[in-house]
């Protein structure tokens, strides 16, 4: 029987993560409507995704 190490465990799920994050942000695009100090209007186009704002 072997046991499995719960932080090996979590690293393996954080590189899955970090690599699906890499693959689904290639080719996005953030544009800056306005930048008024605080206030700020951003969108954001995402290629890969099913939404694309």
């Given at each position: 029987?072997s046991?499995n190490d719960?932080?090996?465990?979590?690293m393996?799920?954080l590189r899955?993560?970090?690599?699906?994050?890499?693959?689904?942000?290639?080719g996005?695009?953030?544009?800056?409507?306005?930048?008024?100090g605080?206030?700020?209007?951003?969108t954001?186009?995402?290629?890969?995704?099913?939404w694309?704002w």
């Amino acid at each position: 029987m072997s046991v499995n190490d719960p932080y090996d465990e979590l690293m393996q799920h954080l590189r899955e993560a970090r690599e699906r994050f890499a693959s689904d942000r290639e080719g996005a695009t953030m544009t800056v409507l306005k930048d008024d100090g605080v206030y700020r209007h951003l969108t954001f186009s995402f290629p890969k995704a099913s939404w694309s704002w």
